[in-house]
């Protein structure tokens, strides 16, 4: 318990020197929102989606349906929410997308109720397609991972997603692992 209360102290401690010290100035710092947050705006709403999990190249696809519900937080977050079932089980995914001008890259961070790991994300957008790289832990070997992911925005009310891990023993290629396509719901 003193330990909780230390840290306690010491967040509220580092939060107030910040305060003062952005007061002191006359205003808080202010961020631009660049391009990069923008493109991010038209994820916001709910989308209904039909994902497909490609176990391997011999079996059809396992097919669900789901919804992700995603808000701003500010003007520089997504926040996701996507809900489905995988293999007759409820899943839970959370994910957390913006942009850094010091890099120039998409960022952000995914979790799910199937794996105890946080991906990492990082990538870049060309057009109507956000290309980015997940790095965490593969549940089936427990060793490190980089995945691909892929999203294309076609127009405002429909999206692609498609995952891809390395194939391994061959540098640079990669199987589609899952899709998900997107329907944005018309608001009410």
């Known amino acids: ?9 010491l967040v509220w401690l580092t939060t107030a020197v910040s305060s003062a010290s952005a007061a002191d100035h006359g205003e808080a710092p202010k961020f631009d929102v660049g391009t990069g947050h923008q493109a991010l705006k038209h994820e916001v709403g709910t989308w209904d989606a039909e994902q497909k999990l490609f176990m391997d190249a011999d079996s059809p696809p396992v097919v669900s349906k789901g919804v992700e519900t995603n808000e701003m937080l500010g003007e520089f977050w997504v926040v996701g929410k996507f809900e489905s079932e995988m293999s007759g089980q409820p899943f839970h995914g ?12 998409f960022v952000g961070t995914w979790i799910d109720s199937t794996t105890p790991v946080l991906n990492r994300l990082e990538g870049t957008m060309e057009g109507n397609t956000l290309t980015m790289y997940s790095t965490g832990i593969d ?3 427990g060793k490190e991972i980089t995945m691909k992911m892929v999203s294309t925005y076609p127009d405002a009310s429909h999206k692609t997603f498609v995952a891809y891990e390395p194939i391994p023993g061959q540098k640079d290629q990669w199987r589609k692992t899952m899709e998900v396509k997107y329907t944005k719901r018309v608001k009410d």
């Open 139 to 141: 549940p089936a070997t």
């Open 1 to 9: 318990m003193r330990r909780y209360r230390t840290c306690a102290a």
């Open 94 to 105: 959370r994910s957390q997308v913006g942009y850094d001008p010091k890099t120039k890259k």
